[in-house]
């Protein structure tokens, strides 16, 4: 079935004209990202907007949250004074489920320890009109692109992967539980107008090659920064001949380049895959219209004359890549594997494969690593590292069981963990991961940050293909190049994998008992939303203070942090996700990661009230209990990787007034924007540099605080000397509002009484 059909049909009925309307005044013709953008503004077009420049208000057409993120997004919507929400949105539960022991027995688990948070999550769901999707029911981002995704659309979701609905010709863009309130709530949603980076596919894909090797190629060219402020469109013959599936895997890990989003335009590929997830209503809607769901022809006959940056990638001359070690845009050719694993002194044993997360756990992803799988069972090839795999959603988890497929897996002894995030969140309970031992392991995830699966800081992460991840767990060698290698069997014969295949879609159908879709009431006035007070997991939350409208004096530096910090350095997932809900409980999580430049640590910084180190999170607590005011200092891309708004949220509950960085991740900025930060960059970058562990701050023209305007800072040295630098910022008048108000939602507030 076609969930909210009504509101798609809406959609497309009114898109021609807008469309035709943007075409005249931008009087070009228009990229696919142009037209979506320009469809889905607050009010009617009027004028051309600058991409990298413009603030403008949107009207997405619906909101998806994950578990994690959408405790925080709905704690904050329940103070918006709203009954219902304004636009179609769901909750679906898979970041809480640890990934163990396998499926059953995890899931038990997971309803025992996380009953709290999901009832809580069912009830204000059931209340306020949103779809709920229970714990098992399958990742946020496969199950909407199986459900809800729709050519043309627009959405946002508390969850930087989002994105993946890209795959199906969306504009799908990750963010904090704010702009989720903004937007349940009925409120415009602002963005800068993205840039527009172009990405020609030419060829086709074939061999060992998949969609992933795309976005891994990708990220290798623009790095984990290289797509901030941009959305990437994809276009050409390449395009054209891949899956809707693998479209997404693409779409997915432009998160990891930090890209606002990435997209496609409707093609055949899509409407297979909305006829099989039974949407016919949903293509029939849509080929009325075909035309305004794809850019039009001379962008892309011309695409240097349209696009803010060009990339050409030839399909089949692409090799499959291996992405890592410790950030995801470090790609290697598989041919150049062994020797830069050497060099570098990456261990070359494979521990562990793992296939799956919101990137890689399709159907296809399933069926092509299944065929490697097989092979080497019927090779008598024992797997040299341990497996393990997540299914998207139960439609693919049932319908692959179905087909014989996870029976593949598990004669070569895979375990089949729940239809969640699991490893790739950090929610892996992975014997051993406690010895801190350096090891390998490879991976079809997104991210491989330090830590990020089974908090083994020594844990060398790569991301790989699904198919390629089968071929490397199977060699439990990282030098192993499938292309031209051979293995040597049980019987000490000498046997070579050949490519993988895998159909794209069930030739039988998809098929499920139970998907685990909770429809909300029609009517939820009467349902009551209990949180305990003495709660461990849950709590209601304060307002945050206003500015009083003074210069901000006395700032103590809490921390320099020094190279990638990410939101995970920021906030760390694993088992902290269970505090997601309890801003106080998790605050205990906050830059703990980070590592302090003066000495080289994490979670050691100095006390300037005592002189001595301790934790950061303690540290901030005794500024905020004396009344001072802090400060961090932060390195390139900072809050790089998730949507996390606790990344932000933290700060704020403990007292920091500002953060100063050498350039941030646009998400990131945007959520200390909303609760009511000051997120400032570096005019000068160098003068990081000039910041000492004993500095005091003082914001000397803050009451002057306007766009386009420096703010001037005066760093003061313990040796009595001060000097002062210029920051800059992003804020435009409404944004300052925010900060003024004290956040976002406190300006909701507000214009609600």
């Not at 943007?22 to 607050?42: D, G, M, Q």
């Not at 949903?282 to 850019?295: P, R, Y």
């Not at 303690?618 to 961090?632: D, L, N, T």
């Amino acid at each position: 079935m076609a969930f909210d059909i009504e509101m798609i049909e809406k959609v497309y009925a009114n898109l021609d004209a807008k469309v035709n309307a943007a075409r005249k005044i931008v009087n070009k013709p228009l990229s696919l990202t142009e037209k979506i953008l320009y469809a889905h503004l607050w009010e009617s077009a009027s004028e051309a907007y600058g991409r990298g420049k413009s603030y403008v208000d949107f009207a997405p057409d619906r909101v998806a949250m994950q578990d994690a993120t959408a405790q925080m997004a709905l704690l904050q919507f329940m103070q918006a004074g709203r009954a219902k929400v304004a636009v179609p949105s769901t909750a679906h539960c898979d970041h809480l489920i640890q990934a163990k022991e396998g499926a059953n027995a995890d899931l038990v688990t997971a309803n025992s320890q996380n009953k709290e948070v999901y009832d809580f999550l069912a009830s204000v769901s059931n209340k306020y009109g949103i779809g709920f999707w229970k714990p098992g029911a399958g990742i946020i981002h496969q199950v909407v692109l199986e459900n809800y995704a729709f050519p043309g659309g627009m959405m946002i979701g508390t969850d930087s992967h989002t994105v993946n609905a890209g795959g199906l010709g969306m504009i799908a863009i990750g963010v904090g539980g704010a702009d989720a309130c903004d937007v349940m709530a009925g409120l415009p949603w602002e963005l800068k107008f993205p840039k527009l980076i172009g990405i020609k596919l030419t060829g086709k894909l074939s061999g060992w090659t998949s969609a992933k090797d795309v976005i891994l190629k990708v990220a290798g060219i623009l790095t984990v920064k290289g797509g901030t402020g941009a959305i990437v469109e994809y276009f050409g013959e390449g395009a054209l001949s891949l899956s809707c599936t693998g479209k997404g895997t693409i779409c997915n890990m432009g998160a990891e380049i930090g890209a606002t989003t990435s997209t496609f335009g409707y093609d055949d590929s899509m409407r297979r895959y909305l006829n099989a997830t039974g949407r016919e209503a949903v293509v029939k809607a849509a080929d009325v219209i075909a035309e305004h769901l794809t850019g039009d022809a001379e962008v892309y006959a011309e695409p240097e004359k349209y696009f803010d940056q060009l990339i050409e990638i030839n399909l089949s001359e692409l090799e499959p890549h291996v992405n890592g070690p410790f950030t995801p845009d470090r790609g290697t050719p598989v041919s150049k594997m062994r020797a830069e694993a050497t060099a570098n002194g990456w261990p070359l044993q494979v521990e562990w494969g793992l296939i799956g997360s919101c990137t890689n756990s399709s159907y296809e992803d399933l069926a092509r690593a299944a065929s490697i799988v097989k092979q080497a069972v019927a090779q008598g090839i024992t797997p040299k590292a341990e497996f393990g795999i997540n299914p998207g959603s139960e439609q693919v988890r049932y319908t692959a069981e179905r087909d014989g497929i996870l029976a593949d897996f598990e004669k070569m002894g895979t375990k089949v963990f729940t239809n969640a995030c699991g490893p790739c969140i950090g929610q892996w309970a992975r014997e051993g991961a406690e010895k801190q031992e350096k090891n390998t392991i490879v991976h079809s995830f997104n991210r491989n940050f330090s830590k990020r699966a089974d908090g083994n800081p020594n844990t060398h992460a790569f991301v790989t293909s699904p198919e390629m991840v089968a071929a490397l767990a199977i060699a439990g060698d990282l030098g192993f190049n499938p292309l031209t290698d051979t293995l040597t069997n049980d019987k000490g014969e000498q046997v070579k994998l050949h490519p993988p295949v895998g159909d794209e879609l069930p030739t039988k159908g998809f098929a499920v008992e139970d998907n685990g879709y909770q429809a909300p009431a029609a009517d939820g006035s009467s349902v009551q939303i209990a949180v305990a007070p003495d709660s461990q997991r849950l709590q209601l939350l304060e307002n945050f203070p206003a500015w009083d409208g003074q210069n901000i004096l006395g700032a103590k530096l809490l921390i320099k942090a020094k190279g990638k910090c990410t939101t995970d350095h920021i906030s760390m997932a694993g088992p902290w996700l269970r505090y997601r809900g309890h801003l106080d409980n998790i605050s205990n999580n906050m830059l703990i990661g980070a590592e302090n430049a003066f000495n080289g640590e994490a979670n050691k910084v100095k006390n300037q009230l005592t002189g001595e180190y301790g934790e950061v999170p303690a540290v901030q607590r005794a500024y905020k209990a004396a009344g001072v005011p802090s400060i961090v200092v932060g390195d390139h891309n900072y809050g790089e990787g998730s949507s996390r708004e606790h990344a932000a949220m933290e700060p704020r509950h403990l007292g920091v007034r500002a953060v100063l960085v050498k350039s941030f991740a646009r998400i990131h900025e945007t959520n200390l924007k909303k609760q009511g930060m000051l997120g400032l960059t570096f005019a000068n970058e160098a003068d990081y540099d000039k910041i000492q562990e004993d500095d005091t701050f003082d914001f000397i023209d803050l009451q002057s605080f306007a766009p386009d305007t420096q703010l001037t800072l005066q760093i003061n040295h313990s040796n009595g000397k001060s000097e002062q630098i210029k920051v800059n910022h992003t804020y435009n008048a409404s944004q300052i509002e925010w900060f003024r108000a004290g956040s976002a939602l406190n300006l909701i507030k507000m214009m609600e009484a």
